[in-house]
């Protein structure tokens, strides 16, 4: 078929197009196919921007801020959380200078002898376990060589050190978790998988029912990937961030008297909760320590945001509560290698600092695994020590006024503990 011209053939084409609509009319209340403008809507994004800033109102430090962002980079939101909220990160290697807390200094110091000088990590009759081992099983002396050295061990630890060493990871669980962490690694898989074969199973192993003699509380862990931070404690410059564990304290006896405060005053709690989000596993469980997990090489950046905010949160319950611990302890993990980044708040600063970070141990061989199962287990001692024991009294203080907060719906506040009597 040709056309003689132009004119032709647009002649030909509209022809064409009446016959096809006179064959196949348009359907009734059909639309055009054109361009459409959606209508501007009257409920913006500035509206809930509004309402949320209305929940937050009653929070001091933060009251100036009114955007909340989630859509730029990690970088860039640590930077505005710096800026506007006084949450800031800083390199351990401040230690030593002026602005490093001395309490941090001092609970750094056994860390970084076994972890990082390699001194005192294992009983005697420890590094006697694995030569036997070894011994027995040559397929594995790589993997234990450098567990095996007389400068690892020990010798005269005092009773309330040995917590930290017993009981001994058995050389078959340590080995068996070394090559799921290798096939993680090797075959890419992802966070959910290094969680389920790695992480999850090393913590229960190294602190699973851990109590030394005269501790109350139980130690357990959860995992909380969807835990949100309630929008009371929530930080308005960043979005809702969660973390994958939290490594939790519970008292030992149901029926103790810090387990009946609790029950009493969690009614009257934002959420039900002592903690600040409402997730069913850490209603009446402390949070001891935040762990966030990332794949290996996965965002860094990324990881220390959601810990910080998380952190943020906690520190914002813990005010609300009259509760001032010196320490908040978080732990981001990228694959094989785990890191510590404890939080600080001095009494008369708002300012909160978060100081990245201490490697503390990981799944690249066996002397990892064991130094970070020491490091952990230091760090659950050093907070039933020092945070429950704290948290039990202002537990115990709130029975105080238990009887001021009858009314249905009340919920415990700063003005609630103003004007408890006493």
């Known amino acids: 078929m040709s056309w003689s011209s132009i004119d032709d053939w647009r002649c030909q084409v509209d022809t064409a197009t009446a016959k096809a609509n006179t064959r196949y009319p348009p359907r009734k209340g059909s639309r055009k196919h054109e361009l459409i403008t959606p209508p501007i809507s009257t409920t913006s994004k500035k509206r809930k921007i509004t309402d949320n800033e209305q929940v937050l109102k009653s929070q001091p430090e933060w009251d100036d801020v009114s955007t909340i962002s989630g859509r730029s980079s990690p970088v860039k939101q640590l930077a505005n959380l710096a800026d506007k909220c006084s949450i800031k990160t800083l390199p351990m290697l401040n230690k030593g200078k002026n602005n490093f807390p001395d309490f941090l200094e001092k609970l750094l110091g056994p860390l970084e002898r076994r972890v990082i000088k390699a001194r005192d990590l294992f009983l005697e009759?420890?590094?006697?376990?694995?030569?036997?081992?070894?011994?027995?099983?040559?397929?594995?002396?790589?993997?234990?060589?450098?567990?095996?050295?007389?400068?690892?061990v020990y010798s005269n630890p005092s009773l309330d050190q040995v917590h930290h060493y017993e009981p001994f990871l058995h050389p078959d669980f340590v080995y068996e978790l070394l090559e799921a962490a290798e096939m993680c690694e090797r075959e890419v898989r992802d966070e959910a998988t290094w969680n389920l074969e790695v992480h999850f199973p090393l913590m229960v192993k190294a602190l699973k029912g851990l109590r030394r003699p005269g501790d109350d509380c139980y130690v357990k862990i959860i995992p909380c990937t969807t835990a949100v931070i309630l929008p009371q404690f929530q930080v308005p410059t960043a979005a809702a961030h969660k973390v994958d564990f939290a490594i939790t304290f519970q008292p030992t006896d149901p029926s103790s008297q810090t387990q009946k405060n609790i029950d009493s005053w969690r009614p009257y709690m934002p959420g039900?909760?002592?903690?600040?989000?409402?997730?069913?596993?850490?209603?009446?469980?402390?949070?001891?320590?935040?762990?966030?997990?990332?794949?290996?090489?996965?965002?860094?950046?990324?990881?220390?945001?959601?810990?910080?905010?998380?952190?943020?949160?906690?520190?914002?319950?813990?005010?609300?509560?009259?509760?001032?611990?010196?320490?908040?302890?978080?732990?981001?993990?990228?694959?094989?290698?785990?890191?510590?980044?404890?939080?600080?708040?001095?009494?008369?600063?708002?300012?909160?600092?978060?100081?990245?970070?201490?490697?503390?141990?990981?799944?690249?061989?066996?002397?990892?695994?064991?130094?970070?199962?020491?490091?952990?287990?230091?760090?659950?001692?050093?907070?039933?020590?020092?945070?429950?024991?704290?948290?039990?009294?202002?537990?115990?203080?709130?029975?105080?006024?238990?009887?001021?907060?009858?009314?249905?719906?009340?919920?415990?506040?700063?003005?609630?503990?103003?004007?408890?009597?006493g």
């Not at 036997?132 to 397929?139: D, H, I, L, V």
């Not at 600092?353 to 141990?361: E, S």
């Open 272 to 421: 039900g909760s002592i903690n600040h989000t409402d997730y069913g596993g850490l209603k009446e469980r402390l949070i001891a320590i935040s762990v966030e997990t990332k794949r290996t090489n996965d965002d860094y950046e990324k990881a220390k945001l959601q810990l910080i905010v998380w952190q943020a949160a906690q520190w914002k319950k813990f005010k609300t509560m009259h509760f001032q611990p010196e320490i908040t302890l978080g732990i981001i993990i990228q694959g094989h290698d785990w890191y510590f980044l404890p939080s600080t708040r001095a009494d008369h600063d708002a300012t909160q600092v978060t100081w990245c970070k201490q490697k503390i141990g990981g799944t690249n061989n066996a002397f990892e695994v064991y130094s970070l199962v020491w490091a952990l287990r230091y760090l659950i001692g050093w907070a039933i020590d020092s945070q429950w024991e704290n948290f039990k009294q202002v537990m115990s203080d709130f029975k105080l006024f238990n009887n001021a907060l009858c009314r249905d719906g009340d919920q415990f506040t700063e003005d609630n503990w103003s004007r408890s009597p």
């Open 125 to 152: 009759s420890d590094v006697q376990t694995l030569r036997a081992y070894t011994s027995r099983n040559p397929g594995t002396a790589r993997e234990f060589a450098n567990c095996i050295d007389d400068d690892l």
